[in-house]
């Protein structure tokens, strides 16, 4: 049994600190790195632009602060290839420079190549953010079945985007909401190899530092959810991590 149970440990980094807790007796932190570099970095394939017409999608939002991080995450379908992510990520544009100091990346260039948005001003513009995800799906052809999002703070954006004909599905952040899909992607990626990925995320460099930045919480039944950092304290941000989980679980 406990063989077994070692053997999970080993293929999941989020149960490591269950089994040491529970089967061996060692007192863990209450959060735990999740998803390892290495294994984001087997679904790192491309994308086919032309892949995403007339695929039906599911979508996750993560609004976030109006001052910080938005992140929007469609997730498609394809087992054979792997199912395919696609992240839009905004932050303001007055304040790029400052969250490229404190975070330690290289927010300028991921702008420059087009996988962070800028919008004007010093916090999130909304209506930028409604108007790139209609765009988004204008542009690739893809049909969005629902989006996902964190009720907080999120009701004029969720009404106009209804208006606009998007299902939208609020998700509460907490263990029997998050766990399942939080699961299923740590399946997805650690399962993944180069030559046969089960999910492809385009070499998303933004979705990658995310990833790595991103640390679950468990409860006494094995359960896990995304842990947001403290703003206040931390530069580490996953709100790509928390639109994919919440994506993930839309297509459960």
Known sequence: YLRGKANEARQSPAQLNRYLRLHLNIRTKQTTRWIPLESFDATGQLIDPTEW???????????????????????????????????????????????????????????????????????????????????DRDRYGYVIDTVAYDPWNATETVQLLEGEGVAMVPVRQGYGTLSPPSKAIERQVVGSTPARPLVRTGGNPVLRWMVDCVEVRQDDNGNIKPVKPDRTKSAKRIDGVVAWVMAEREDM
Not at 94 to 111: D, G, K, T
Not at 115 to 131: C, F, I, M, P, S
């Open 53 to 135: 017409a007339g695929m039906k999608v599911h979508g996750g939002l993560d609004l976030s602060s109006t001052t910080d991080f938005t992140a929007y995450v469609v997730r498609g379908r394809n087992a054979e290839r792997g199912h395919p992510i696609r992240m839009l990520c905004w932050i303001p544009e007055e304040r790029l420079a400052e969250l490229e100091r404190r975070c330690n990346v290289p927010l300028a260039r991921w702008a420059a190549a087009g996988w962070l948005r800028l919008t004007e001003g010093n916090v999130v513009d909304y209506a930028k953010v409604r108007e790139d995800i209609l765009a």
